[in-house]
């Protein structure tokens, strides 16, 4: 990161904790144009963050220096940029049609894409069309649709996204090792009508392979071993290791270890969902983040949509130290959208060295939470309206939306721009005081009440406008925030693309599942011991 660059975000970031961005409008009436845009059918509108012209030019300049215009162009072309892993980043080579970068790329790349999506193709249509049945000859109704983190979060999002209300073809989703989660998918299905993906990067996870075994069993007792193995497909990275399980090779779909695994819903990890909607909605889903891609190449930083949302969050997290930042869905549809958003930015840029291993000079990444508008409103508003700790949060909200009768969807629409006024206007102490006089409080019972009532307002908010939800605005959407966590990433000097933190947990909780059955156990700490102990 360019350390003059940074200084001068810094310095200009106290400047602006002295203003209302209320105000900023009124000093700067080009503020809304220069700040907002609209690209593959989203609004994207960052002027009610807190940044000045200044703050914001400040911004840009950083990601300007930062280097990432040649990131870029490694990433595009297949350069080994994670580094720690020895491996090109390429999920945009799963939807790019560009024949220059092909050849950059080589031939190998071009023709796994290929050759993954025809074998996708031809078993989806095969599947909608009842030429592949079960073992019985039924069609199949239902998937279950194991997989977890980036094996799951997206093709979830993009069933729940997309489905259409009577879907020809079920998707049911399973990622805990929960036990309850796998029984509660399997309710009421009939294995006859039943097809069971696993999914895995790896094929090593504990709960998706868990998961899969005591499927395979519930298909196992309903069918009997040979028929059960007509209704068992896996999507890997590792397909050699799928044999071991049961699933026949021409049933096993695969993806090369240079998709990351929260990078992967555009490869073969969406089959479940490609299956259940159509290779049609799949392609117009790649199409839309083709063109969210292109703008992301090609378009100036001030007026790239995502360099936008990054600036402001590099402006917020690193320029202002605000360590969270809420994401609020006004779609119901996309109410997995946090969720999928913390594996997709937490696991890429919650870190805390470079890759050759310096400790960094900046905090990385905040928190990301959030849960659908408007339920949010009711749950936890309260808090990023009257606390002191200012949460920037970014609204979505769908313009259009065929499901929904036009009353409806104004009242779901007013909600999402109100509250996006609401936090950066506030509510004055005189405000307060004018309401507690017009409902009769004397004096002693207003000078208790009103200050109770007074929002604080200037908290930042960006929000994004999707005119309506289709295969094309949510692929458009999802490689926006890709190319987000990209840049905020190579700003910040990290490798977005490794995961190292995750694997602590997992060696640590293979010792705990030994120790369940060792005649002695390990060297813990006496709390983890009486845990342990507990449970044996
Ligand atoms: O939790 C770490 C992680 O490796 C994620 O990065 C990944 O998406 C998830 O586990 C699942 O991994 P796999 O697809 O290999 O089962």
């Given at each position: 990161m360019s350390t003059t660059a940074l200084e001068a975000l810094k310095t200009q970031a106290f400047v602006d904790a002295n203003a209302r961005i209320v105000d900023q409008f009124r000093n700067d009436p080009d503020r809304l144009s220069r700040m907002s845009l609209d690209v593959c059918g989203l609004y994207v509108d960052v002027s009610k963050q807190s940044w000045s012209k200044s703050g914001f030019d400040r911004a840009i300049e950083l990601f300007e220096q930062s280097g990432l215009v040649e990131a870029r162009e490694k990433m595009w072309t297949g350069k080994e940029i994670n580094v720690s892993e020895g491996r090109a980043v390429l999920h945009v080579a799963l939807r790019d049609s560009d024949a220059e970068n092909a050849r950059l790329r080589g031939p190998e790349i071009t023709h796994d894409v290929r050759s993954a999506r025809d074998a996708m193709r031809d078993y989806a249509g095969a599947i909608r069309s009842g030429t592949i049945t079960g073992a019985t000859g039924k069609p199949f109704k239902t998937i279950i649709h194991i997989g977890i983190g980036g094996s799951d979060l997206g093709p979830r999002l993009v069933f729940q996204g997309l489905a259409p209300l009577n879907p020809q073809i079920d998707v049911r989703f399973v990622a805990n090792v929960d036990g309850s989660e796998l029984a509660l998918a399997l309710a009421g299905l009939d294995p006859a009508e039943t097809l069971v993906i696993a999914v895995s990067k790896t094929f090593t996870t504990q709960e998706t392979l868990a998961n899969f075994l005591a499927a395979r069993d519930w298909l196992i007792k309903g069918l009997g071993e040979d028929a059960a193995k007509k209704h068992l497909a896996a999507v890997s990275a590792a397909p050699d290791k799928t044999g071991a399980y049961g699933i026949a090779p021409d049933r096993v779909f695969g993806f090369k270890d240079w998709v990351g695994g929260r990078y992967s819903l555009w490869s073969a990890v969406s089959l479940s969902v490609i299956i259940a909607l159509g290779f049609d909605v799949y392609e117009r889903l790649l199409d839309g983040a083709r063109q969210m891609d292109q703008h992301f190449l090609t378009a100036p930083f001030a007026r790239n949509a995502p360099i936008l949302l990054a600036a402001a969050q590099v402006y917020n997290r690193?320029?202002?130290?605000?360590?969270s930042r809420a994401v609020i869905p006004y779609v119901h549809r996309l109410r997995r959208l946090a969720a999928f958003l913390q594996q997709l930015e937490m696991e890429s840029n919650g870190k805390r060295t470079s890759p050759t291993g310096e400790l960094l000079a900046t905090k990385t990444c905040p928190v990301v939470f959030g849960d659908e508008g408007t339920n949010a409103q009711h749950a936890f508003f309260q808090m990023l309206h009257q606390s002191e700790d200012v949460v920037p949060l970014e609204l979505i909200a769908v313009q259009k939306n065929a499901e929904a009768s036009d009353d409806m969807q104004k009242k779901l629409l007013s909600n999402v721009i109100a509250q996006g006024e609401a936090f950066m206007v506030g509510k004055s102490l005189e405000t307060s005081i004018a309401e507690c006089k017009a409902l009769g409080f004397d004096d002693a019972r207003t000078a208790q009440i009103a200050p109770q009532k007074v929002c604080p307002g200037n908290k930042p908010s960006t929000t994004v406008l999707i005119s309506e939800l289709t295969p094309e605005t949510l692929g458009a959407l999802l490689a926006l925030y890709e190319h987000k966590t990209f840049a905020e990433g190579i700003v910040m000097g990290l490798n977005s693309f490794d995961q190292w933190g995750v694997e602590l947990g997992k060696t640590l909780a293979s010792g705990v599942l030994r120790d369940f059955t060792a005649a002695t156990v390990g060297d813990h700490d006496p709390s983890t011991t009486a845990l342990i102990d507990r449970v044996k």
């Open positions: 690193i320029a202002h130290d605000r360590p």
